[in-house]
């Protein structure tokens, strides 16, 4: 079985800010990792993956993220952020194996600031 | 539209009550999941189906809760003798069969449950 733990429920910085959201991840078995975020009022939408080959993953609005397998981590940062990046983030995991279902954590607020 | 689509948007009801809520996932994707996020935390799976057959149901709660999907599109999950602990967002996603290991799923926009 798969867990994910987000440290930060809520993120508060200023707009063009660095950020960092913080994701760790338990596995008894290899794992492909995500990051999805959710828009006020919107559904929930894939924002950027971990499958295999680079360890480092970018999404097309500049977040990036970084597969670390011995600290079991997979944190999500932004250079410079924007008031349009001010919604909830939240990392999942599944296992390589099987149709294993998709397991979040419990997300983390990110409010960008003027 | 061409994205997932729940109805309704909003249910409120009364402790004891049953409760149907619909899940229509994009045309062509066989693999259909139901979550429940509940205040403040993550979607916690309930069940998925690949195709017409419930594929993995270990995530439902209890007997209380079930979910078709008769001919492997539109599901249906169901709520008997509701209770006010059963109130959260029921979020439905749906993935393309190439999609389905890789985690790439397409969410509705959820299901707000409320009993009173």
């Known amino acids: ?114 | 539209g061409a994205g997932v689509s729940q109805t309704p948007s909003n249910k409120v009801t009364e402790k004891g009550k049953y409760v149907e809520l619909r899940c229509d996932p994009i045309s062509g994707h066989t693999a259909l999941y139901w979550y429940r996020q509940s205040l403040g935390q993550g979607p916690e799976f309930l069940i998925y189906f690949q195709g017409t057959g419930a594929a993995d149901d270990s995530g439902l709660p209890n007997d209380r809760f079930f979910a078709v999907r008769p001919e492997g599109s539109v599901s249906t999950l169901k709520i008997q003798r509701t209770e006010r602990g059963d109130s959260a967002v029921y979020l439905c996603a749906s993935s393309h069969p190439g999609q389905m290991n890789t985690g790439e799923l397409f969410f509705g926009e959820g299901s707000r449950l409320t009993v009173l």
Do not use: M
């Open chain 1, 1 to 114: 079985a798969q867990s994910v733990t987000q440290l930060d429920s809520q993120v508060p910085v200023f707009e063009e800010a660095p950020v960092e959201l913080r994701c760790n991840y338990s596995s008894s078995v290899s794992v492909y990792l995500f990051w999805y975020v959710q828009y006020p009022n919107q559904g929930l939408q894939l924002l950027l993956k971990y499958l295999s080959g680079s360890t480092l993953v970018e999404s097309i609005n500049g977040f990036e993220a970084e597969f670390n397998k011995s600290q079991t981590s997979f944190h999500l940062r932004k250079p410079s952020v924007h008031i349009s990046d001010t919604a909830e983030y939240f990392c999942a995991v599944s296992g390589y194996s099987g149709n294993t279902p998709l397991v979040f954590g419990k997300g983390t607020r990110l409010s960008v600031i003027a």
